[in-house]
């Protein structure tokens, strides 16, 4: 059973860059027809699709987020990765990553528990 | 970006009882509606995909239906594990978008 566990500091300073991690553990970070997924939930519990990672390396993300994101995998760690930039409280969320199988059918199969983070001075 | 439009809100229910969840996409979407459910403090727990499908594990007490715009998750007998936050979600087109959620409460 694939299981995900997301990493990262609890408080970014505005302006600064927020950096999470997402661990990987029962699978390979890029089996093929897999899109590893930042998805984040903010404070009024409203739930906002990041972008994604695919197998193959391909990136697709959120146009409300494209100028600052940066998704990526690191494949000796087993990890994927999301770098947001120039962070304001806007940001502040509980931040999940998710892997959405691509194929026989485009489902989302595992969840990580989440971590929050808070952008304040 | 496709809107997708929940309803209820908040849903009050008792032990025993059936309920259903709608959810409307701003423009056709096939069948590619997932729904969720989420308790407080836990990360969302996959229930529907293809709008009808059930994730494995998922007692079949979950149903899920409808096409197009129009959508619909149905609980039978509820039970009180079942009293969470249910969010739809579309994956037609991207960006993804998630309905506002409905709070499924104990009368």
């Known amino acids: 059973q694939v299981q995900l566990q997301e990493s990262g500091p609890g408080v970014v300073r505005p302006s600064e860059t927020l950096s999470l991690t997402c661990t990987v553990s029962?699978?390979?970070?890029?089996?093929?027809?897999?899109?590893c997924t930042w998805i984040r939930q903010l404070p009024d519990k409203s739930l906002e699709w990041i972008g994604y990672?695919?197998?193959?390396?391909?990136?697709n993300y959120n146009p409300s987020l494209k100028s600052r994101l940066d998704i990526s995998v690191d494949t000796s760690k087993n990890q994927f990765s999301l770098r947001l930039l120039s962070v304001t409280a806007a940001d502040t969320a509980v931040y999940f990553c998710?892997?959405?199988?691509?194929?026989?059918?485009?489902?989302?199969?595992?969840w990580g528990q989440g971590t929050r983070v808070t952008v304040s001075s | 970006d496709i809107q997708m439009t929940q309803s209820p809100s908040s849903l009050s229910a008792t032990v025993g009882d059936r309920v259903t969840i709608t959810c409307r996409a701003s423009?056709?979407?096939?069948?590619?509606l997932a729904w969720f459910q989420q308790k407080p403090g836990k990360a969302p727990k996959s229930l529907i995909y293809?709008?009808?499908s059930l994730h494995t594990g998922v007692p079949s007490k979950f149903s899920g239906s409808g096409s197009g715009t129009d959508f619909t998750l149905t609980i039978s007998s509820l039970q009180p594990e079942d009293f969470a936050t249910y969010y739809c979600?579309?994956?037609?087109?991207?960006?993804?978008?998630f309905g506002q959620g409905t709070n499924l409460e104990i009368k």
């Open positions: 998710a892997r959405e199988a691509g194929y026989p059918a485009r489902r989302f199969d595992s």
């Open positions: 990672i695919y197998s193959n390396g391909n990136t």
């Open positions: 293809a709008a009808s």
């Open positions: 979600l579309q994956y037609d087109r991207y960006p993804y978008t």
């Open positions: 423009q056709a979407i096939g069948n590619y």
């Open positions: 029962g699978d390979f970070v890029t089996t093929s027809g897999y899109y």
